[in-house]
């Protein structure tokens, strides 16, 4: 079983940056890779960006190619998103998402991942 905990959204003017934080608890944590949704107000959920287990093969969104990375710190049971150059059409609730695997290379753009947080809301204002 794994938890995950969002952090770090906010209010950010366009052009702006955030910097968004998941937090897993559980000892398995490095055999999941990981991923970031949104879903904007009427919308629905949709793929922003994917890591592998390793942390060494990352795959991102046409939307965000550019402008977000992710990280992730297997050390600290953290993966991270990076948001720079934020636009109004960023505005959602981003979620983060755990799929075990067992291929460490490995990462999933589809939506079916084992876990999902809670979802943290982030507004970029014109």
């Known amino acids: 079983q794994v938890q995950l905990v969002e952090s770090g959204g906010g209010l950010v003017q366009a052009g702006g940056s955030l910097r968004l934080s998941c937090a897993a608890s559980?000892?398995?944590?490095?055999?999941?890779?990981m991923g970031w949704f949104r879903q904007a107000p009427g919308k629905e959920r949709e793929f922003v960006v994917t890591?592998?287990?390793?942390?060494?093969?990352?795959y991102y969104a046409d939307s965000v190619k550019g402008r977000f990375t992710i990280s992730r710190e297997n050390a600290k049971n953290t993966v991270y998103l990076q948001m720079n150059s934020l636009k109004p059409e960023d505005t959602a609730v981003y979620y983060c998402?755990?799929?075990?695997?067992?291929?460490?290379?490995?990462?999933?753009?589809?939506?079916?991942?084992?876990?999902w947080g809670q979802g943290t809301q982030v507004t970029v204002s014109s």
């Open positions: 890591i592998s287990r390793s942390g060494l093969s990352t």
């Open positions: 559980g000892r398995t944590w490095s055999s999941y890779a």
């Open positions: 998402a755990a799929r075990s695997t067992y291929s460490s290379d490995t990462y999933y753009t589809g939506y079916d991942y084992d876990y």
